[in-house]
């Protein structure tokens, strides 16, 4: 199925859950990402339960400081 | 009020833009905007808004110039390494423009003191550097529902986001509060392309402007990301969260409060 993540198509064979799409996405710092699907922010306690539909589309948003401390 | 020979010379490419015009520039010299963090994106916001003549410019920053801000944060210069930063700011941008009114405020942005700053002000550029302030910034902005203009960066990245606050997608909307503090990676392992904080702080300064103006459309309702690797410019829309803490259906937050100050470990860290 297809995923559309921050704005690209992504094939992945098997339907997974948000925190594996993290991880195959590979991700470092999970808890430095919020996540936007369809259009709607997710609760960080969902990643786990939340499982991706084809044409889904997932934006990873990363949490940014100023530069020097962060 | 009416512009001046002079005024007319200094701000011509201004008044010759069919969407600025005289009545335009007036605007911006009545106008107020508060720069919190005179660091890399507070920097060249501060410097372009003097430049475009905004009337008052207030800056707060309680920390003095260190010889490894000048690798980005261009209002300061080799000679005012040791100097407080909001009077090397100060006199950059009398130079610029000896005509702005300059309002400075040596403090650290916190719950006790940061709203009262904040109402005197049509616009605020959130150049702070951790993410305590982030939220202080968009919580006091929220309360004195003063718009504003939020930005990050980090390494090659970069981003920004136009606030409205009750109106559009806030801060805390996309993030909810700040990241565990084990998460967040030491100093020494957070750099950033300097010419980064020159794009962002530029693009932030660019929003104040068309906010003062009434120009274009703002950047609200979506987060522009910047890959600075890739020269990718990408605007994630992103719709308000009813469970926001903070201007959700059912909020959390109900006055100001300072969120805990991530510390780095001393030992790694260079600030
Ligand atoms: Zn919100």
Same mark, same amino acid.
Request: net charge negative; hydrophobic share 40%; glycine share 10%.
């Given at each position: 199925?297809?995923?559309?993540?921050?704005?690209?198509?992504?094939?992945?064979?098997?339907?997974?859950?948000?925190?594996?799409?993290?991880?195959?996405?590979?991700?470092?710092?999970?808890q430095m990402?919020s996540?936007?699907?369809?259009?709607?922010?997710?609760?960080r306690?969902?990643?786990?339960?939340?499982?991706?539909?084809?044409?889904?589309?997932?934006?990873?948003?990363?949490y940014m400081g100023?530069?020097?401390?962060l | 009020?009416?512009?001046?020979?002079?005024?007319?010379?200094?701000?011509?490419?201004?008044?010759?833009?069919?969407?600025?015009?005289?009545?335009?520039?007036?605007?911006?010299?009545?106008?107020?905007?508060?720069?919190?963090?005179?660091?890399?994106?507070?920097?060249?916001?501060?410097?372009?808004?003097?430049?475009?003549?905004?009337?008052?410019?207030?800056?707060?920053?309680?920390?003095?110039?260190?010889?490894?801000?000048?690798?980005?944060?261009?209002?300061?210069?080799?000679?005012?390494?040791?100097?407080?930063?909001?009077?090397?700011?100060?006199?950059?941008?009398?130079?610029?423009?000896?005509?702005?009114?300059?309002?400075?405020?040596?403090?650290?942005?916190?719950?006790?003191?940061? *709203?009262?700053?904040?109402?005197?002000?049509?616009?605020?550029?959130?150049?702070t550097?951790n993410f305590a302030a982030k939220f202080l910034?968009n919580d006091?902005?929220?309360?004195?529902?003063?718009?504003?203009?939020?930005?990050g960066?980090?390494?090659?990245?970069?981003?920004?986001?136009?606030?409205?606050?009750?109106?559009?997608?806030?801060y805390r909307?996309i993030f909810g509060g700040p990241p565990p503090a084990d998460a967040v990676?030491?100093?020494?392992?957070?750099?950033?392309?300097?010419?980064?904080?020159?794009?962002?702080?530029?693009?932030?300064?660019?929003?104040?402007?068309?906010?003062?103006?009434?120009?274009?459309?703002?950047?609200?309702?979506?987060?522009?990301?910047?890959?600075?690797?890739?020269?990718?410019? *990408?605007?994630?829309?992103?719709?308000?969260?009813?469970?926001?803490p903070?201007?959700?259906?059912?909020?959390?937050?109900?006055?100001?409060k300072d969120e805990q100050q991530i510390l780095?470990?001393?030992?790694?860290?260079?600030?």
């Open positions: 199925m297809n995923l559309v993540v921050n704005g690209k198509n992504t094939d992945i064979s098997d339907s997974m859950t948000v925190t594996e799409l993290l991880a195959k996405e590979d991700v470092k710092m999970p990402v996540v936007e699907l369809n259009g709607q922010i997710l609760k306690s969902e990643f786990e339960t939340t499982r991706l539909k084809d044409d889904d589309k997932v934006e990873f948003l990363y100023g530069g020097t401390c | 009020m009416s512009l001046t020979d002079e005024q007319i010379e200094r701000y011509s490419r201004h008044i010759i833009l069919q969407q600025v015009g005289g009545a335009g520039q007036e605007k911006l010299l009545a106008s107020k905007v508060l720069i919190i963090g005179a660091g890399g994106l507070g920097a060249p916001a501060g410097l372009y808004l003097a430049a475009a003549g905004v009337g008052t410019i207030g800056i707060v920053d309680g920390d003095n110039v260190d010889l490894s801000n000048l690798q980005r944060q261009i209002i300061h210069h080799t000679a005012d390494v040791g100097a407080e930063k909001i009077r090397s700011a100060e006199a950059k941008i009398l130079a610029i423009n000896p005509e702005t009114r300059v309002r400075t405020y040596k403090q650290w942005a916190k719950a006790d003191n940061i *709203r009262e700053i904040i109402r005197d002000y049509d616009f605020v550029i959130d150049g550097d910034v006091a902005c929220y309360f004195e529902k003063v718009p504003f203009s939020h930005a960066i980090l390494r090659f990245d970069g981003q920004l986001i136009t606030v409205l606050p009750g109106e559009t997608t806030c909307c990676p030491s100093c020494s392992q957070a750099g950033v392309l300097g010419v980064l904080a020159g794009v962002i702080g530029s693009l932030q300064a660019t929003e104040a402007i068309k906010y003062l103006l009434g120009l274009g459309d703002l950047l609200t309702g979506a987060l522009l990301t910047y890959d600075a690797l890739s020269m990718d410019f *990408r605007k994630v829309s992103l719709n308000r969260n009813p469970q926001c903070l201007c959700g259906d059912d909020p959390k937050i109900t006055e100001l780095c470990d001393p030992k790694n860290c260079e600030c």
